[in-house]
């Protein structure tokens, strides 16, 4: 089992920037496609933005515009820069890395989650 190590998250004004990092085995990531969630209490966990292993990138309607995700492979990290937060941004955010190692053999690995709060 392998555990992402999520980092950056807090408490910004409204308008602020944070930026999260998740780090993991750079083996693992250089093959997975590479995702932020966020959940708040009682609610599904929503799906924020991806990248996948080519570097094409996805975003909830929601961030379009504010969000970046970006990867190092060869730092196994993967980032979210959040700018112009909302307080309906805040949510606990949770990493996930999820590929094959072959066409038998599937993972699906998460972070803990880290805490980004936006209130003023």
């Known amino acids: 089992q392998v555990q992402l190590v999520e980092s950056g998250g807090g408490l910004v004004q409204p308008g602020g920037s944070l930026r999260l990092s998740c780090a993991g085995p750079?083996?693992?990531?250089?093959?997975?496609?590479l995702n932020w969630y966020r959940q708040a209490p009682g609610t599904e966990r929503e799906l924020v933005a991806s990248?996948?292993?080519?570097?094409?990138?996805d975003y909830a309607d929601s961030v379009k515009g504010r969000f970046t995700i970006s990867r190092d492979n060869a730092q196994g990290t993967v980032y979210l820069q959040m700018n112009s937060l909302k307080a309906e941004d805040t949510d606990v955010y949770y990493c996930?890395?999820?590929?094959?190692?072959?066409?038998?053999?599937?993972?699906?690995?998460w972070g803990q989650g880290t805490q980004v709060t936006v209130s003023s």
């Open positions: 996930n890395a999820r590929g094959a190692y072959s066409s038998e053999s599937t993972f699906d690995f």
């Open positions: 750079g083996r693992l990531f250089r093959i997975a496609d």
């Open positions: 990248i996948n292993s080519h570097g094409s990138t």
